[in-house]
Nanobody, 125 residues
Framework: VQLQASGGGLVQAGGSLRISCKAS????????TAWFRQSPGKERVFVAG????????NYADSEEGRFTISRDNRWNTMYLQMNNLKPEDSAVYYC???????????????????WGQGTLVTVSS
């Protein structure tokens, strides 16, 4: 499967943005998926994950309540709705996928086999 992230951009602090990850090559419903982000000079970190079906989700503590991960298997796409953005949310956001059972909810320690190229989110203060 190939993953293509999009929707990043420049937004003011307190604003909202929705980024997308479109799968191609194979149907996204074969994979459980997640978002990671990487800020300059820092390691890539887990943001949120979602199961193949059932909408089971897992969030990093710092994002829960502000970010919402979702997916629409009909459109082979995963989303990340980000609200009340802060300058420290500025990063390149990557989508990732792993083969798993239907209800499995991915986390930061899973070994993701597939990665998108990233989309840049910049939050100005």
């Amino acid at each position: 499967v190939q993953l293509q992230a999009s929707g990043g951009g420049l937004v003011q602090a307190g604003g909202s943005l929705r980024i997308s990850c479109k799968a191609s090559g194979r149907s996204i419903d074969r994979y459980t998926t997640a978002w990671f982000r990487q800020s300059p000079g820092k390691e890539r970190v887990f943001v949120a994950g979602i199961s193949r079906v059932g909408g089971f989700t897992n969030y990093a503590d710092s994002e829960e309540g502000r970010f919402t991960i979702s997916r629409d298997n009909r459109w082979n796409t995963m989303y990340l709705q980000m609200n009340n953005l802060k300058p420290e949310d500025s990063a390149v956001y990557y989508c990732a996928a792993i083969r798993a059972i239907a209800s499995y909810t991915p986390g930061p320690r899973d070994e993701y086999n597939y990665w998108g190229q990233g989309t840049l989110v910049t939050v100005s203060s």
